[in-house]
């Protein structure tokens, strides 16, 4: 595993660098915005924006290992995460309306508190300290994914006054360095882990100093801004109404419900196993991302004017590739007769689908969900997908470790045919809708290049 882990690396990385250089050369010139104090503005809020994920990557490829090195059981440990996303769904719930009402910077600033003691908490050999911690790490995913985007989106066109159709691009970007991001932590939490010989916790130290840095950026430099939203009550009944209203609304949540779901399963399940074969943890994970980068490449390769193709069709194709992949894992992890590497270009092929179904999945949710909508849809849109996890991961929690995990790739197969059938549905639904299409490109926006 060890030579196969590092050679899936080196292979995913340079293809990833190869479809990029053949993008950007193929791609004409377009008008780099050459804006100072856009630029400025910008850099401003990367800083502190990658440095807050670089710190939330950095800890994901030994969470379980550390767990495991505790001394706790399987089931345990299921117990934890499920803590995890309990509190991620009811944090998620409040977040929108909690940084609006205290303020977008001071909850950048709250999330690098919190998500420093979350960190702490992996200090401690104690459960329920673990606990607290993981109820700290859903509350600060919450606010990463709410407080930064909403600081920006404001900043952006109420105090700078920059245009709006330049908003996607600085997303785009740091959609990009996100996934560079999730590489280097990985092969980093690697390097402070078995390469210093330090542990497992290590990589959980050493997000802390990024942490702290992007807090203190995010103080001194950043301004103040609020909003006034409408009631998280009125905000939930208009999502439940036009949930209920408009069928391809219905279909794409069904989609996201049993995709995600099983995506969070996948997460917990993939350190169990491949950790017994020796397989290098930090290392798997950067392939895990590499993969996933291909995949959002090839996402943007395949909808670009020479290939055309749709993001409905990438989306069934992602679904096929999952599908395929679990199948796979059932037999790879049949008790007695487990093979890691087969097991390992099954986790890869899924972290390449999830390259091709997130930029999808936001394609279609941007031209299906009204804007004035969206926040209410996707908090529903959440509940289902974060309670199949955690019922998928109590079933776990009450399984043997052998044939539990096998019997859960399983279940995850049956329901991942489940989102195939939503996914027919759903083009049988828009096949004939032109506004679901990718436009022809007709020119480039004023932005900074990749």
């Not at 993981?134 to 709410?146: E, I, P, V």
């Not at 109404?241 to 779901?261: H, K, M, N, P």
């Not at 996914?423 to 480039?444: C, K, M, Y």
């Amino acid at each position: 595993m060890l030579v196969t882990a590092y050679l899936a690396f080196v292979v995913l990385l340079a293809s990833c660098l190869g479809l990029e250089l053949s993008r950007c050369q193929a791609k004409p010139p377009g008008r780099a915005c050459s804006n100072p104090s856009f630029l400025r503005f910008q850099l401003d809020f990367y800083q502190v924006y990658f440095l807050a994920l670089a710190a939330d990557w950095l800890q994901a490829p030994y969470l379980y290992k550390l767990y495991q090195h505790y001394h706790f059981l399987e089931g345990q440990i299921a117990i934890l995460y499920v803590c995890g996303l309990a509190s991620t769904v009811l944090f998620g719930l409040v977040a929108s309306s909690l940084v609006d009402w205290l303020g977008r910077k001071k909850s950048c600033v709250l999330f690098s508190l919190t998500y420093s003691l979350c960190c702490l908490t992996k200090l401690s050999w104690d459960y329920f300290v673990l606990l607290m911690g993981r109820a700290l790490g859903g509350l600060s995913t919450a606010l990463l994914f709410s407080a930064f985007e909403a600081w920006y989106i404001h900043e952006h066109v109420e105090r700078h006054d920059f245009p709006a159709e330049w908003i996607p691009a600085t997303f785009a970007r740091a959609d990009f360095w996100n996934y560079v991001l999730a590489v280097v932590a990985g092969v980093a939490a690697e390097a402070v882990a078995c390469w210093m010989g330090l542990g497992p916790v290590a990589p959980f130290v050493a997000a802390i100093p990024l942490l702290a840095l992007a807090g203190a950026l995010a103080l001194h430099n950043w301004g103040e801004n609020y909003d006034r939203q409408r009631a998280f009550s009125r905000t939930c009944a208009g999502g439940l109404r036009c949930l209920l209203s408009d069928r391809r609304v219905l279909l794409l949540g069904t989609i996201q419900a049993l995709f995600e779901s099983v995506i969070f399963i996948f997460v917990f399940l993939w350190t169990p196993v491949l950790d017994p074969h020796g397989a290098p943890l930090g290392i798997v994970f950067s392939s895990f991302m590499a993969a996933s980068l291909l995949g959002s490449s090839l996402y943007r390769i395949a909808t670009s004017k020479r290939y055309h193709l749709q993001p409905m069709h990438l989306l069934s194709l992602a679904v096929l590739i999952v599908v395929f992949s679990l199948f796979m894992l059932t037999f790879s992890t049949s008790p007695g007769q487990e093979n890691p590497v087969e097991s390992f270009i099954a986790f890869l092929l899924i972290e390449l689908a999830c390259g091709l179904y997130f930029p999808s999945m936001s394609f279609l949710r941007r031209k299906v969900i009204p804007e004035t909508e969206q926040a209410g849809v996707l908090n529903w849109f959440r509940v289902p997908l974060h309670l199949l996890a955690c019922l998928g991961l109590l079933v776990l929690h009450d399984s043997d470790h052998k044939t539990g995990t096998r019997n859960m790739f399983s279940i995850c197969s049956a329901v991942m045919v489940m989102a195939l059938l939503a996914v027919v549905g759903l083009f049988t639904v828009v096949r004939h809708n032109a506004e679901l299409r990718v436009p022809s490109p007709t020119g480039e926006p004023c932005a900074p290049e990749l």
